[in-house]
């Protein structure tokens, strides 16, 4: 039987392991702490706008892509306001500046700084989607009212029949 997780208790015991590694000077460690954060940020809101959650075969990047395409559908203009286009797309870029890095590890030399800097970036990119991200969640909550509720409930009785 499988055991379920909580990601806002994940995140809590994830967010001073980021800090911890930071200091210590693991920045890859502190990369990928970083990606399983916004990733775990990112399933959470497609579970909210979609109504079910992705499940594990969603990774960093198809979570990404589809929280643009939601953005960009626009029928969930809180999504639009709070998270944005430009956070998705910096994801983007600084995950594939992640992947770019493991795979020249591979063959080169990756100097220190470089490491320094991919963590710093995603530091940085981490806390502006944990600040999106309750912003988001704050005016998801409040769009969702009880009568709200029952009004998409009718349509979705009424669509049916």
Known sequence: MKKKTNSRKLI??????AGLALKNEFYLETSWIISTIIETRLKSIITRVEGKNPGTGYNLD???KRVKYLIVKGDHLILSKEIGLLLVDAIRVWKNSRNKILKDMSEKHISRQRFA???QEGIVLMQEMNGSYKKFKSGWVKSITPATAQQKMKTENHEQV
């Open 117 to 119: 800097a991919l963590a």
């Open 62 to 64: 198809r979570c990404v």
């Open 12 to 17: 809590k015991k994830l967010i001073p392991k």
